[in-house]
């Protein structure tokens, strides 16, 4: 893995932190099935009314979520591994840039080139790794996307860049779709680090 990958940008929830958000929750709130995709029914939902309400309530849980935060086993010490041998950073992530910024605020996260939903569109769309690519002057084959779920490896794939799969107990399934997976962050360091 070290000697093709150059930088590596990462997912945030249920990636780097745990932010104990459930969305089957917000689905039952909202009044939407559960497993419904949240950003994408949003954007087509055409009743204003609605529209607001939904926003609002996946703002209100977003923050909540913000705001209980917590880093994930051996994630802080990945961020600092990678930093310490000069390899490029960045975050792309599905949540909104207030909630973003309170969760790096809140646990001194690391990160200058962050991408939220709010610049470009939500991943699988590939726009916002294609621009961390630009923004970093490296060629996405040469940049890792590690996160925790299908979108995240959609996204990697769209963009042409390689992924890496965070595992838990409910992702497992889509490890054929990733060209990497790891149980632990230490994983992650031990593959991409000089000793």
């Not at 000697?3 to 939407?32: M, R, Y």
């Not at 726009?127 to 940049?143: D, F, K, N, T």
């Not at 996160?147 to 990697?156: F, N």
Request: proline share 4%; aromatic share 8%; charged share 15%.
């Amino acid at each position: 893995m070290q000697q093709q990958i150059k930088a590596v940008a990462f997912d945030l929830d249920g990636t780097l932190v745990d932010s104990a958000l459930n969305f089957a929750a917000i689905c039952q709130e909202i009044g939407w099935p559960a497993g419904t995709p949240l950003l994408e029914q949003l954007a087509i939902t055409t009743d204003a009314t609605s529209y607001q309400r939904a926003f609002d309530i996946i703002y209100q849980h977003e923050m909540a979520g913000a705001a209980l935060a917590t880093w994930m086993p051996g994630a802080e010490q990945c961020l600092q591994a990678l930093a310490e041998q000069g390899i490029p950073i960045a975050l792309l992530t599905r949540n909104m840039r207030q909630a973003t910024d309170l969760t790096m605020q809140r646990l001194n996260m690391q990160i200058e080139l962050v991408v939220t939903r709010d610049e470009f569109a939500a991943k699988p769309d590939p726009a916002g790794l294609l621009h961390i690519a630009q923004q970093m002057q490296i060629a996405p084959e040469h940049i890792l996307y590690v996160g925790d779920y299908v979108y995240d490896l959609q996204a990697a794939k769209n963009a042409g860049m390689p992924s890496c799969l965070y595992l838990n107990d409910n992702n497992q399934h889509f490890s054929e779709q990733a060209t990497w997976t790891i149980a632990h962050f230490d994983q992650l360091t031990a593959n991409l680090t000089r000793r």
